[in-house]
């Protein structure tokens, strides 16, 4: 149970933490990797629940799946701020 009662505390200190970031700039860039970091943490919330073969195997899935997600995110932020330096439309605001 303390896992459990740890983990809920530590997500609710990683959410602080976003919104602040959030709220110094909303176009921070960061996004991908404050996804990385919540999912290292559940990675950890796995090794003390099951220990390192169920954690390692999470953050092999973790990187096959989100490894694609990040490379997409970084490609549509550089089209997008291309466009808008050449006078295009920003999508995102």
Same mark, same amino acid.
Request: proline residues 3%; charged residues 15%.
């Given at each position: $149970?303390?896992?459990?009662?740890? $983990? ?8 602080? &933490? ?72 920003? &999508?995102?605001?």
């Amino acid at each position: $149970m303390d896992v459990y009662v740890t $983990m809920a505390a530590i997500g609710v200190a990683y959410a602080w &933490l976003v919104y602040f970031l959030r709220e110094q700039d909303p176009d921070h860039g960061l996004t991908p990797w404050l996804v990385v970091v919540g999912d290292g943490l559940i990675v950890v919330g796995m090794y003390w629940l099951y220990g390192a073969e169920v954690a390692v195997q999470l953050v092999v899935l973790l990187a096959l799946a989100g490894a694609p997600q990040i490379v997409g995110y970084y490609v549509a932020r550089i089209r997008q701020r291309k466009g808008a330096s050449q006078g295009g439309l920003r &999508l995102d605001g």
